[in-house]
């Protein structure tokens, strides 16, 4: 990284102005009205996590019984950045062109996704954003790739749908997307188009993919997808991480680009 020193990485601190000023924004609620006493707890509890010389630079009342404030900080924690290990989906990052490129020379044919919002959920745009030919922020989703069948399903299809859906397209894939956390809601949603999976003898068939705004890879492969995509996913993520992750069940190697 240009600029960035061995000993910055291995104590790496927000920057504000200057490096390792650790300056940090933050803004909470709490539940108290505005004014002197609210001021002064906001800055204890901010200063009670460890930040130093705090600065309430907004507080606004939010009802009679709410104030919101913004206070500026500098963080005292560091963390080790050239240590870290994140686990993640791994693949090449490729565009809609080399994706389509890749799955016409190694497979010969379409590669099947079919997707949806399963149980309850009636949040589509996730799914929308990743399966949908407009896709989202200028990257086109799965229904413009020439070498990929994307069958969205749409929202609040029970697991037991999708995975017969899955079936009778003969898919390759299954992407869930899902929105709705409270209660954990989606853990038991997924863990149940898992097991429905499993019980028609599709999962080692299939790749069993997961994508929302709270969902990391860790609980993805914990409730037993294959994999799992966070904020920050396009289409050309998932569909560069499926074709490459068959090949690699196919005993293939990703070819060498020029």
Request: glycine residues 8%; proline residues 5%.
């Amino acid at each position: 990284m240009i600029g960035i020193r061995k000993a910055d990485l291995e104590r790496l601190k927000p920057y504000g102005d200057t490096m390792d000023d650790g300056k940090t924004q933050l803004s909470f609620s709490l539940p108290v009205p505005a004014g002197p006493e609210a001021a002064e707890a906001a800055k204890r509890l901010v200063l009670a996590h460890g930040f130093a010389d705090p600065m309430m630079v907004r507080m606004e009342a939010m009802g009679p019984t709410m104030s919101f404030f913004v206070f500026y900080g500098a963080m005292q924690q560091t963390i080790d950045y050239k240590n870290l290990v994140v686990p993640k989906a791994e693949f090449e990052a490729l565009d809609m062109h080399q994706i389509d490129d890749l799955i016409e020379a190694q497979f010969g044919r379409r590669l099947v996704v079919v997707g949806a919002c399963p149980g309850t959920d009636a949040h589509t745009v996730g799914i929308d954003a990743i399966m949908n030919m407009k896709g989202y922020n200028g990257h086109y989703g799965l229904e413009r790739y020439k070498m990929v069948k994307a069958v969205n399903m749409g929202a609040q299809i029970p697991p037991e749908a999708l995975v017969a859906r899955a079936i009778a397209e003969n898919a390759d894939a299954i992407l869930a997307s899902v929105v709705v956390t409270q209660k954990d809601l989606h853990i038991t949603t997924l863990t149940e188009l898992v097991e429905v999976m499993e019980a028609e003898g599709v999962r080692d068939r299939m790749l069993a993919i997961v994508g929302g705004p709270r969902m990391t890879y860790d609980l993805a492969t914990e409730l037993g997808f294959d994999a799992g995509f966070g904020p920050g996913s396009y289409a050309e993520d998932v569909a560069a991480y499926v074709a490459q992750e068959l090949l690699r069940r196919q005993g293939k190697a990703m070819p060498v680009r020029a």
